[in-house]
């Protein structure tokens, strides 16, 4: 059974910088056999894709994130991160870890990132 743990949600001020962590377990659950990715959820608001990383280290990511997140990972760890700079009110949301591969996916339950002064 595969676990996805997402932390690092907090309370941060505009322009400010955050970290996501995403630890995933699991029997011979690998996320550099995934494609890995971060979506977010803000309130009213549909479920988005905000970066992803493909098994072969290829990343994409939203507009809106663009020059501003990166999206990694440490193998050796089985961890996803998302380093998230200078924050806009307007990333507040749920932000969600994703292991996908083919017609499976896992998902975690979600770490609430607020940007507000």
């Known amino acids: 059974q595969v676990q996805l743990v997402e932390s690092g949600g907090d309370l941060v001020q505009p322009g400010g910088s955050l970290r996501l962590s995403c630890a995933a377990s699991?029997?011979?659950?690998?996320?550099?056999?995934?494609?890995m990715a971060w979506y977010r959820q803000a309130p009213g608001k549909e479920r988005e894709l905000v970066a992803r990383i493909t098994n072969g280290g290829i990343t994409n990511y939203a507009d809106s994130v663009k020059g501003r997140f990166t999206i990694s990972r440490d193998n050796a760890k089985n961890t996803l991160y998302l380093q998230m700079n200078r924050l806009k009110a307007e990333d507040t949301a749920v932000y969600y870890c994703?292991?996908?591969?083919?017609?499976?996916?896992?998902w975690g339950q979600g770490t609430q990132v607020t940007v507000s002064s």
């Open positions: 994703n292991a996908r591969l083919g017609p499976f996916e896992n």
């Open positions: 699991g029997n011979i659950f690998s996320i550099n056999t995934h494609v």
